[in-house]
């Protein structure tokens, strides 16, 4: 199915409403209600997030429905004076998939690190999420690391 194409905007201060809009896509796309729709922060929460310098969160939208979202955290580096990028949260609407939307999304992304002097942007990916990593491959260098989860506390 073709749709009109859609446009690319990264999200500012006062964009909460469309941050909400996203959880809500994430919600969809990764079939996690309970990560992503029961327990959202409040709307001062996310102006402050989506107001600083370590949070970008970029949308497409087709026509006044947001069709994909990319959410990710500026990194500052201790080893030397840079930054990395890391997309935390990349989806696309079911519907409007292969239509270079995601692509446009991190190209955003590309662009803004380009101007803030951000040194890497990297990504996860799961395995057999195939369309995925045919994205991440076609547009990076592929690492194979472990990744472990460490609870706080003792």
Do not use: C, W
Request: hydrophobic share 45%; aromatic share 10%; proline share 5%.
């Amino acid at each position: 199915m073709s749709h009109r194409p859609a446009s690319i905007r990264v999200l500012g201060p006062t964009d909460a409403p469309a941050l909400r809009q996203m959880l809500g896509l994430f919600s969809d796309a990764f079939d996690d209600p309970e990560s992503y729709l029961h327990h959202q922060p409040s709307d001062a929460y996310l102006t402050r997030l989506l107001a600083s310098d370590t949070f970008i969160a970029v949308a497409a939208f087709a026509a006044d429905q947001m069709v994909g979202g990319l959410a990710g955290y500026v990194l500052l580096k201790f080893e030397q004076e840079r930054s990395e990028f890391y997309i935390y949260d990349l989806a696309v609407a079911e519907e409007f998939r292969r239509q270079g939307i995601a692509t446009a999304l991190i190209n955003t992304i590309r662009r803004i690190a380009q101007q803030r002097g951000i040194h890497v942007i990297y990504v996860q990916a799961d395995y057999g999420d195939d369309p995925a990593v045919a994205l991440y491959t076609k547009l990076g260098t592929r690492e194979d690391v472990m990744h472990y989860d460490i609870l706080p506390g003792a």
